[in-house]
């Protein structure tokens, strides 16, 4: 167990729909990634929150933002879904979001877009 | 530029030594990870090497980077059925401040 936790752990929704994936990090640390999963692209980076401010920005779509709150969880916001958008979506979190600091995944939420 | 090579599958008997390889393209990585997937789970970090190493070892596991080639790869001694999973390697990309994921392998270790 990593300690990261992350609701739902499936989601079934359909085209043109929003969806909000919650995020808590590890105890202490500061710093929240969001990955997503997919057969065709592989496992990529989306966005990563440092203290509740954006610190890097990777392949995330205009349609999907995110944020981290005071508590220092995270959302991830779908809006407009395509049947594209199916897979899983990862959370990680790290100490104090530095250059090569270990990030520790949580289970993922996989979304199904039908 | 931003890739990270992993050949798709392994397959090995169980007892013998697995070894999975991968390629890097950015050269002022300073950290490089492999992380285990196992069936329907997240991700595990495995373990992880500073690129001032050549050699990190953790029980069964060994990891080797050659910084010159942009090559690493983990051995895991005395496979057994419960290492099948897939396999991911990950450069920490300097630019952009993010994990670049290989594309996994499948290690399937038979009985």
């Known amino acids: 167990d990593s300690g990261v936790t992350q609701t739902p752990k499936h989601l079934i929704t359909a085209t043109g729909q929003r969806v909000t994936l919650r995020c808590s990090p590890r105890?202490?640390?500061?710093?929240v990634y969001w990955y997503q999963q997919s057969l065709d692209q592989g496992l990529q980076f989306l966005i990563q929150?440092?203290?509740?401010?954006?610190?890097a920005k990777g392949n995330i779509l205009e349609r999907f933002s995110a944020q981290q709150f005071p508590d220092l969880h995270s959302e991830l916001n779908l809006s407009s879904l395509e049947l594209g958008d199916s897979a899983l979506y990862f959370c990680?979190?790290?100490?104090?979001?530095?250059?090569?600091?270990?990030?520790?995944f949580g289970p993922g939420t996989r979304l199904l877009v039908l | 530029g931003e890739d990270v090579e992993q050949s798709l599958f392994l397959s090995v008997r169980e007892g013998d030594s697995s070894v999975i390889n991968c390629t890097y393209t950015?050269?002022?990585?300073?950290?490089l990870y492999w992380y285990k997937q196992e069936p329907g789970a997240g991700l595990q970090l495995l373990t992880y090497?500073?690129?001032?190493?050549d050699m990190k070892q953790d029980q069964r596991l060994t990891v080797l980077l050659n910084k010159k080639d942009k090559h690493l790869s983990l051995r895991i001694a005395d496979t057994q059925t419960g290492d099948s999973a897939i396999y991911f390697c990950?450069?920490?990309?300097?630019?952009?401040?993010?994990?670049?994921f290989g594309q996994g392998t499948e290690l399937s270790v038979k009985p």
């Open positions: 105890s202490g640390d500061l710093s």
């Open positions: 950015d050269s002022s990585s300073t950290y």
């Open positions: 929150y440092y203290n509740g401010e954006e610190r």
């Open positions: 990950a450069e920490f990309y300097n630019q952009g401040g993010k994990l670049i």
């Open positions: 990680a979190s790290s100490a104090a979001g530095g250059a090569g600091e270990t990030q520790y």
């Open positions: 090497i500073f690129s001032n190493m």
